[in-house]
């Protein structure tokens, strides 16, 4: 059994014709989030280039006092400054030296950083959201591609946040209105039979 079938209200595959994966945040920061699902991450982004599949990382981080907006407020004033070790991504993250990372200042990946128009411009029409925290920049980037007419799919396992109430919570609001469920299973099992 998946490991969403509880929240699953629609089924369908990504076409890895058309998709591209998005790898938000798998920063220093956050390594004691990220670092129980990097197993399934960096399956999902192996699973992706195995097909062809563009593989697109942010990385959160503030350059000044300008671009602070609600986020220093709202974490009392505990955010990631540029160039400091919290703001690298982790060293096991399954990356290349060539792969793209977007430099976002909040939780959406798409506000100011170029990332609808380079994905139009690869082609991609689907986007598979992974990455922490779950609720807050994957959840928020995924409803953002939704609006931008990006159809979402949301992996389960390759997604993590601070707790599981809010980790499923996101899963469910997800389902309901924004993206279809996967994990890695589910990707290999869609990716190997349109390969066929």
Not at 75 to 99: C, M, N
Not at 106 to 131: N, Q, W
Request: with cysteine; net charge negative.
């Amino acid at each position: 059994m998946n490991s969403y079938k509880k929240f699953e209200i629609r089924k369908r595959d990504p076409d890895p014709k058309s998709v591209g994966l998005l790898v938000i945040d798998i920063q220093n920061h956050f390594q004691s989030i990220a670092r129980p699902i990097l197993p399934a991450l960096n399956s999902t982004i192996d699973l992706c280039r195995r097909s062809s599949v563009p593989v697109l990382f942010t990385r959160h981080c503030h350059k000044s006092p300008a671009d602070y907006s609600m986020l220093y407020e709202w974490w009392s004033g505990e955010i990631i400054i540029d160039g400091t070790p919290d703001s690298q991504l982790i060293p096991d993250l399954h990356r290349s030296d060539s792969d793209s990372v977007i430099l976002k200042n909040t939780y959406s990946a798409f506000r100011d950083t170029g990332l609808e128009e380079r994905l139009k411009e690869m082609g991609v029409e689907e986007v598979i959201v992974s990455g922490v925290m779950t609720n807050l920049c994957c959840e928020t980037t995924a409803r953002d591609a939704f609006i931008r007419g990006f159809r979402v799919f949301f992996s389960t396992d390759a997604t993590a946040t601070s707790s599981s109430e809010l980790h499923e919570a996101t899963l469910k609001n997800m389902a309901y209105g924004f993206a279809y469920l996967v994990d890695c299973n589910t990707l290999q099992h869609s990716f190997s039979n349109s390969n066929n």
